[in-house]
């Protein structure tokens, strides 16, 4: 997992990445392309990353790719990025192809609904919550605590 605060060098990262897969010895090497894209007026977006939990969650997921041989790469600005800049890269790769293709849809997809990301959109020099696009975290939050306190209590 790399955390950078700027837009992400695309070519960089996924060339480094490729280079370790092909010391693996892995024939298949998938990549995903986060690009923030211009809608609404919005000039780039912004992000706020809580690290400790973050780490947790790809550990997680790294340690799920290896039981299948496989390796999860995972690349993520914090703070501002521009339109037509990169702010996320996925990988995933598996000695066939079959795996990653599987993984990769699954962890970009449980990355959106799970990473303790949040995202802001940057109008007129603006930061503005962007709460449409946002996914609720499972469990997260006060009240969830509480919540999972009562269940224990009444246990």
Known sequence: MELYN???????????WYKEVLMLNYGA?????????????????SFDIYEPILQNWFDKWQTRA??????????????????????????????????????????????????PIWKYDIVNGERIYAKDRS??????GILAKVSKWSVLKNQ
């Open 6 to 16: 700027s837009p992400l060098n695309v070519e960089e990262i996924t060339n480094r």
């Open 29 to 45: 090497f998938i990549t995903f392309v986060g690009t923030v894209r211009q809608e609404k007026g919005i000039e780039a977006l």
């Open 66 to 115: 290896k039981e299948m041989n496989a390796k999860v790469f995972m690349a993520h600005s914090i703070g501002d990025v521009a339109v037509n800049k990169s702010s996320y890269i996925s990988a995933v790769a598996s000695p066939k192809r079959r795996v990653a293709l599987e993984l990769i849809d699954e962890f970009v997809e449980d990355f959106k609904a799970n990473a």
């Open 135 to 140: 996914t609720p975290m499972k469990e997260a």
